[in-house]
């Protein structure tokens, strides 16, 4: 049993990660090299067609920044938040026998949080379309 303890101790040395380093260093100059090599023996024709941004086939018209309804990021960043809660329940759900009473109390008070928030959001109708 004191051998393996002692292996695990020794295990964690600069040593044993010069193979990933080595590994890294080849990686990217691999990729360096790739890129120097299409620069160079790549084709360089600068047409209008090639200069033209690629829309799928669809022909562009107007200009891209356009006045976009606040709706739409209101809504992505409500869904983001709310998201989010989601994730950070996970553990707790994994969890909750072994965190006890404390954590579900912390628990009910992020949920509680939250609902304060939804309320409000509901209250100011921002999920509301209709303009």
Do not use: C
């Not at 964690?12 to 260093?25: K, R, S």
């Not at 709310?82 to 969890?95: G, K, Q, T």
């Amino acid at each position: 049993m004191y051998y393996f303890l002692l292996n695990i101790a020794n295990a964690n040395t600069a040593a044993n990660y010069f193979p990933i380093g080595v590994q890294l260093l080849f990686a990217a100059g691999f990729v360096a090299t790739m890129l120097a090599l299409s620069a160079l023996v790549g084709p360089k024709r600068k047409t209008k067609d090639k200069l033209e941004t690629f829309t799928s086939g669809i022909e562009s018209h107007g200009d891209a920044r356009q006045p976009v309804a606040i709706k739409y990021f209101l809504v992505a960043i409500l869904f983001v938040l709310f998201d989010v809660e989601v994730i950070f329940f996970y553990p707790y759900a994994v969890n909750f026998k072994a965190l006890g009473w404390e954590a579900f109390f912390a628990v009910l008070m992020f949920v509680a949080f939250f609902l304060v928030g939804f309320i409000y959001i509901i209250k100011k109708q921002a999920l509301k379309w209709e303009d």
